[in-house]
């Protein structure tokens, strides 16, 4: 029988981006995922399509399975002849209980590896500005188990060597104990005055840290009422943090930002938002694709056909350039039969979609918008004239009506439409519902549109008042028009309608 396999993979501390390239193909090739709590669930965008998802996500008090019961279904998921990829967070070896899985495999002859991860222990502290050893200060660091109470009658630590041999100490698992810890290792002999600091969230969108001495961060853990999951160190090196905090110092940092576009047209939003050091989610509401209506269809193909005797070809997007070309392509047409046509691009993006196909656009308004598109054109419009406008089934009908008013004939055909998805949507209720999510992105009016109905269709009745409280971020003016309609707020608004504007905008001052 054909066995499966297990990839007992770390999947980092939490930043999406900071897993290995081993742990992501192992995403990729997942017949099943089982993940929890700590590996960060954007990981399993990922994941194909068709590939199951298992959560097994320890909550610090409750376990959903408990350990062995993740270990057999490792193990019966393997032995089914599946691929399966147990993500867990930062590095899997790293009190990761990765050594009882693994066990348990060996000993059904189930084939697996270990991709190790990203540990909280070493990244979280270095986020926060505070490098585990530095030549300075300490030659030496541990990664202890803060989860032993030190006050029991057993532990497993040797607190007093412990206190004396190591220079920085790194707890996990130790928020609510923090006060045996640090009474312990005064006890010990480290002085009362030796730094700590906790580091809460770190990497994610909700990075906080505290900074105290060994006598009084116990106090400034309770009334900071700071919770796990926190990487708690002690040491001379949490100084350093003074100066080299740098996470916090990013104009986004701490900003959880939803992305509603489509996933095909996301990276540059989601790239950006992540430069600034904000965390982008990505909602895809629309996805795009050629026209379903085989109307639609059909006069594209006819447009196509007569392509020779058009005079002018106006593209209005980036999309409506990818698919005009690639219907052209499909249908082997040649482009060079574009050649009789002086062609227009809405703006320098659309211009540039088209110089990756070989086309200097004739014409690059500097407004990008229909208006500027006209004016850049017009003084060479003749009545007359024969326009192919390439849009989508939701474009606006501003240039088409004018340039028929000036008696040129238009024809406009559908290259791509857009459909609702609602794909990762639970996982987005869930930050919404938490007010996890600090602003949203609009990038066109059915972005907008989009997000209320995908909204609807996973079951929230009142999709506005979810939205209560979350700054909105839109493009341009008919986005914010339609923000509008729905009675929402605009906190941010893009001074040109491009994705660098709408970031630029989330960071100036408002
Ligand atoms: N294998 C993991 C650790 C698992 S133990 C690793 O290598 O990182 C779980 C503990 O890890 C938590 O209680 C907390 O102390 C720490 N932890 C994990 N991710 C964290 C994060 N993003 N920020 C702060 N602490 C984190």
């Known amino acids: 029988m054909n066995k499966g396999r297990v990839y007992l993979v770390g999947a980092g501390p939490g930043d999406p981006k900071l897993i290995s390239v081993r742990g992501l193909e192992a995403i990729q090739k997942a ?11 954007r990981l399993l965008k990922h994941r194909r399509p068709d590939a199951e998802l298992i959560f097994v996500g320890k909550l610090p008090d409750k376990h959903i399975l408990k350990q062995e019961e993740i270990n057999h279904l490792l193990v019966d998921l393997a032995l089914q002849g599946k691929v399966v990829t147990r993500l867990k967070g930062g590095d ?16 059904h002859d189930v084939t697996f590896d270990i991709i190790p991860g990203i540990t909280s222990s070493i990244a979280v502290p270095a986020y926060a500005g505070i490098p585990v050893t530095h030549r300075n200060f300490t030659s030496s660091f541990a990664i202890i188990t803060g989860h032993e109470y030190p006050n029991k009658t057993y532990s497993g630590l040797d607190w007093e060597n412990l206190a004396k041999a190591i220079g920085t100490m790194v707890f996990l698992m130790g928020v609510a104990n923090i006060e045996q810890i640090s009474r ?10 030796t730094p700590v600091a906790l580091v809460r969230w770190g990497t994610w969108a ?6 105290g001495t060994l006598s009084d961060i116990t106090e400034k853990v309770r009334e900071a009422e700071f919770k796990s999951p926190a990487v708690i160190i002690v040491g001379e090196v949490v100084k350093l943090r003074e100066k080299l905090a740098w996470v916090e110092k990013k104009p986004l940092f701490g900003r959880r930002i939803l992305v509603t576009r489509a996933r095909s047209q996301a990276s540059e939003l989601v790239d950006l938002i992540d430069d600034f050091g904000g965390e982008a989610v990505e909602f895809p509401v629309i996805r795009l694709q050629p026209p379903s209506q085989p109307e639609a269809q059909q006069a594209l193909d006819e447009a196509l056909d007569k392509l020779p005797t058009y005079d002018w070809i106006l593209l209005t997007s980036v999309n409506g350039v990818e698919f005009f070309f690639n219907r052209l392509r499909q249908r082997g047409i040649d482009v060079r039969s574009m050649g009789n046509a002086r062609i227009a691009a809405v703006g320098p993006k659309t211009a540039e979609a088209l110089a990756e196909r070989g086309i200097i656009a004739d014409v690059l308004p500097s407004k990008y918008q229909g208006e500027g598109m006209l004016e850049a054109i017009q003084g060479d419009l003749r009545a007359g004239q024969k326009v192919l406008l390439p849009t ?3 474009a606006r009908d501003y240039l088409p009506a004018k340039l028929r008013e000036l008696g040129l004939q238009v024809t406009e055909v559908d290259v791509y439409e857009n459909v609702l998805t609602t794909d990762d949507g639970d996982e987005v209720i869930h930050l919404l519902q938490n007010q996890s999510i600090h602003i949203i992105t609009f990038t066109s009016s059915s972005t907008v549109t989009n997000l209320i109905e995908a909204l609807k269709q996973l079951g929230i009745e009142e999709p506005l008042s979810l939205l209560q409280g979350v700054e909105i971020a839109c493009i341009g003016p008919k986005t ?23 970031v630029q905008s989330m960071i100036q001052p408002k």
């Open 480 to 502: 914010a028009e339609t923000v509008r309609q729905y009675g929402l707020p605009i906190t941010y608004m893009a001074e040109e309608a491009t994705v660098r504007s709408l």
């Open 184 to 193: 312990e290792l005064i006890r010990c002999g480290k002085p009362p005055e």
């Open 31 to 41: 017949d099943v995922i089982v993940y929890d709590r700590l590996a960060n669930p």
């Open 392 to 394: 989508a089934d939701l």
């Open 206 to 211: 909700d990075q906080a840290t505290i900074t």
């Open 92 to 107: 899997p070896s790293v009190f990761g209980r990765v050594g009882e899985e693994a066990e348990l495999l060996a000993e």
